[in-house]
């Protein structure tokens, strides 16, 4: 009896560990349209709204965000001493956190980004925001499990995870947070 004490546990851990590598569904083998264009209107061929749909993106400078964001609002994100700098769009979810800046969140380093449980989960968006997937260089909100992620790697492999709601993106070389590893407690604040 004593051996099924720590499955609980266990069973958290791995939750935990598994929720920010990337949330939610798991993949339902659908083809994806492919992206060469600056732009995309066409949603996939799959019957979920993916991060590419309707988004303006660059393909050519890998170093770079693939999602082109015009405009926005300016932010700086302070993992330790390195400082890596934002834009955040003008949807509903984007401005209740601009509402909330100065704002801190515990993040750690996972495969593809870096995320962490927001304490003040954002609750202001529509389900037409959440999308599976992500663009390299996003910043999005898990609302799954009220997760503040910053995604640098694996687009091409991100349309498993659902429920996320594009918040904005990295201004600048995304090696500048694809080389940090460990725990951060992030301060996101204006530019």
């Known amino acids: 009896m004593k051996k099924f ?17 990337g949330t939610g569904a798991a993949d339902d083998g659908g083809s994806s349209a492919a992206v060469t264009g600056e732009s995309s209107s066409v949603q996939s061929d799959n019957s979920h709204r993916v991060a590419r749909d309707g ?8 170093s770079k965000s693939t999602r082109v964001l015009n405009g926005g609002t300016k932010i700086r994100m302070h993992f330790g001493d390195t400082v890596i700098p934002g834009r955040l769009n003008d949807s509903s979810a984007a401005k209740q956190l601009i509402s909330m800046l ?3 969140v515990h993040m750690s380093r996972f495969s593809h980004d870096f995320c962490g449980v927001m304490d003040k989960p954002l609750t202001d ?8 997937g992500w663009l390299n ?3 999005d909100f898990a609302q799954d499990a009220d997760y503040f992620t ?5 687009e091409e492999r991100s349309e498993q995870f659902g429920d996320q709601i594009n918040l904005g993106v990295v201004d600048g070389d995304l090696s500048a ?12 604040e204006l530019a």
């Not at 720590?6 to 929720?19: G, Q, T």
């Open 5 to 21: 004490r720590n499955i609980p546990a266990i069973a958290v851990a791995v939750l935990m560990l598994a929720a920010c590598g």
């Open 55 to 62: 988004a303006q993106m660059q393909t050519t400078d890998k």
């Open 102 to 104: 100065p704002y801190t």
């Open 125 to 132: 968006y529509t389900q037409d925001e959440v999308h599976y």
């Open 137 to 139: 260089g996003d910043i």
């Open 150 to 154: 910053v995604l640098f790697q694996d």
């Open 177 to 188: 947070i694809a080389n940090l590893e460990g725990s951060y407690d992030v301060r996101i």
